[in-house]
């Protein structure tokens, strides 16, 4: 598979090599300190010589910026580590300015809120907590600097050496989750000068923990981001008036009002949509012939944004909703209504629809293979993958694993094929959405479309045959499609395991049961096959350790791990056997079983039917499921026969008939 190039991978090498390229001459301010702080962060991460260097240019680049300047002069060539342009490893994306919708000014502003309270005007030393909070920090420390105070500027991560020398520390960092980092650090940099927080917040009460410690702390609520006020109505009109572009049309729409219900989600949440999602606002928009409701959504203005607009340009496609207009920070489309779910067992053809889409998402977007002949790092989900196969090191498997990844040639990922993405609309098509979030997820190493084509069989239920056999009639060439898909599937699982929904309500823990059993299904098979590629000895499998045919423990036994292993299981490994070799059941011992898994569950768990399978999904509180140990021992003792309750994805009570 071939196409023209529309997307760089996002490393470090790419970034190298493009200011390499325009050293001495104007580049986008923005882009351009973006990149020296990609640069100065990894060679703090590898104790690269360099760091010192690229610091000092990133904080003139943040000067720049604070100073209001739209373009920078890029470094000379000799200011950036010959070795960085032959860096393949991906960036590490902050969370602050690549997902949750904080954006550089908002660093000025927070710094802003700090200097109208602060008392003294003694020396301060600037600490960005590596990865998002050294984003920020230089330009907290270019706006002191511009407030006449003594500044200097460092980054740090947890049990890192950082000498304050007498001077006032101001810890700047991510909107944060518990706080507990940032306390640590408090107490660890806490010289004569004492240790402050700046940071966004999303709630005031996500900092209460470090001020019941002691600690200072100056926040800038998600009120005053800038992502936020964006999406204000009269605001919006005014800033795609300014900078949007509308492909295909001569006529720009006209914002005319938002829908009800479904306003700024960073001031009033939709239902379903998570607190630290970006922001985004449903409009009704004026168009030339007449009114359409769209999502405003909010993508990173700078660097880490690229991908996500030439997503939202360049893919074409019934399936995805269509791109209305694309701006610096913003990408407008049409808003979808969901009529129908996809449902658990979809027909054939919606399969073939979607196999359509992720393969001419993948022509769309190809991603450039590394300059110079340098190689892309293994990412560290292949390396758990394969070291969990082999129980050994597994670079050598992980080798192995990885060459098979290049079936396809590597393209962007489209937020994945999640099972929740996939619906029908008010015409019965199959629609998908998601496909602007975030096109470089934190949690998704493999550039490479064969990680959406493996999440179908979990979306759509099927196994990873039908996906393959449908790959190759599009694809000819005799690659070994189920092998890759099977290796794609083992690291797509690997992620997703730790991402799915751990609070409920029963449409949601019926949905997380389905797809945790599907991940675990499709995994088990998986596992094998890799398997038999890795090893060459017939039937040797490391994973079989006598005590059941994975060698995986009984169900009752995985209550033992910590709260939350119900449905974040340790994918694809430890699993017990597939139902398959449950041997089948008559028709009255059938009914027993139903019959007992009724009187059992009660108001505690919700039986899920899939296939012959019946799901049993949680409905308590995670800190509640290590209490159902004693109880999950009880229902199997109630089941006509042993064997019957098994551990796949989700506690499971087979009803496959004789």
Known sequence: MTGRSAVEPLTIGALARELNARAGTPMQALRCYESLAALWIRCCDTGQPGAEVLQEK????????????????????????????????????????AVQGVEWPDAIALTDLWLDTREGNGPILVAGVRTGGAYLAPLVAAQLERSGLDVELTSVRPGEKC?????????????????????????????????????????????????????????LPRAQWQSTSRLEPDTLS????????????????????????????????????????PARAAVFLRTPDGVQRAVAGWVPPGVFGDAARAAATRVRSPLPPATLAVAPALVVSEDLTQAGALGRRPGRERLEEAVDY?????????????????????????????????????????????????????????NRCEAEKWFLDEAGRLRKTGHLTHAYRRDNELLTPLIDLAALSVAFGCGLDDVAESVARRVPGGAPWKAALAVALLCYGTARGEQLPRTYNPHRAAGTAVEAYRLQRGM???????????????????????????????????????????????????????????????????????????????????????????????????????????????????????????????????????
Not at 66 to 87: F, W, Y
Not at 177 to 193: D, F, I, Q
Not at 377 to 390: D, F, G, H, K, Q
């Open 58 to 97: 990133t904080w003139n680049a943040a000067r720049d910026l604070a100073a209001g300047k739209d373009t920078a002069v890029a470094p000379e060539c000799a200011n950036i580590p010959a070795r960085s342009a032959h860096d393949e490893s991906f960036v590490r994306l902050p969370a602050s300015l």
């Open 163 to 219: 000498h304050a020398g007498g001077r006032r520390v101001l810890l700047v960092d991510d909107p944060p989750l518990t706080g507990r980092t940032l306390l640590a650090l408090a107490r660890e940099m806490s010289g004569p000068g004492g240790a402050e927080v700046l940071v966004p917040v999303f709630d005031t009460g996500d900092v209460q923990g470090l001020r019941d410690a002691g600690v200072p702390v100056t926040v």
């Open 238 to 277: 005014a800033y795609l008036a300014q900078h949007a572009h509308w492909p295909g049309t001569d006529r720009p729409a006209v914002v005319d009002g938002v829908v009800p219900g479904r306003e700024n989600s960073a001031r009033a949440p939709w239902p379903g949509v998570r607190r630290r999602s």
């Open 358 to 414: 992720v393969i001419a998402r993948a022509r769309h977007l190809a991603v450039t293979a590394p300059a110079d002949g340098g190689s892309v790092p293994l990412p560290s989900v292949l390396r758990t993958v394969a070291r969990e196969l082999t129980g050994a090191g597994g670079d050598g498997a992980a080798v192995r694993l990885h060459r098979l990844l290049s079936a396809l040639a590597p393209a962007l990922p489209d």
């Open 524 to 658: 088990n098979h998986a596992a094998r096959l890799a398997l038999d590629l890795l090893h060459e000895t017939p039937g040797h499998h490391p994973l079989r350790t006598g005590d059941g045919e994975d060698g995986g423990p009984r169900i009752v036994d995985r209550w033992r791990e910590p709260p939350g292993a119900l449905v974040a299981p340790r994918l694809p490994f430890g699993g017990a056997p597939d139902h398959q070799v449950v041997p089948g059941q008559s028709l009255e011992e059938r009914e027993l079983t139903k019959k007992a898994v009724a009187q059992w569950t009660g108001q505690r768990f919700l039986p899920v039917r899939e296939g012959q399978m019946l799901l049993l999904a949680p409905l308590g509180a995670p800190t509640s499921w290590i209490r159902a140990q004693e109880d999950l021992g009880e229902l199997d003792r109630r089941l006509p026969r042993p064997g019957l309750l098994a551990w796949c994805g989700v506690p499971c009570v087979s009803l496959e008939a004789a």
